[in-house]
């Protein structure tokens, strides 16, 4: 017969990688997350700044009125 000990341990075993590997994902994930979300935050900030000519033109065309 299996020993006790040797059943314990390897539902300790078990326990103990399943917590890892959800620790693991868990923290992937928000890592994930967090780059995508400043990569989407940079992506709007840097494209939606107008340009130094679009300023000018903007600026003549107004001052013809």
């Excluded at 967090?34 to 600026?59: D, G, M, N, P």
């Amino acid at each position: 017969f299996i020993s006790l000990y040797v059943v314990f341990f390897f539902v300790d075993l078990l326990y103990v990688l399943t917590c890892f590997f959800l620790f693991f994902f868990v923290f992937f994930f928000c890592v994930v997350c967090f780059f995508f979300l400043c990569f989407v935050f940079f992506f709007f900030f840097f494209f939606k700044q107008k340009t130094a000519y679009e300023i000018r033109l903007s600026l003549v065309g107004s001052e013809c009125v």
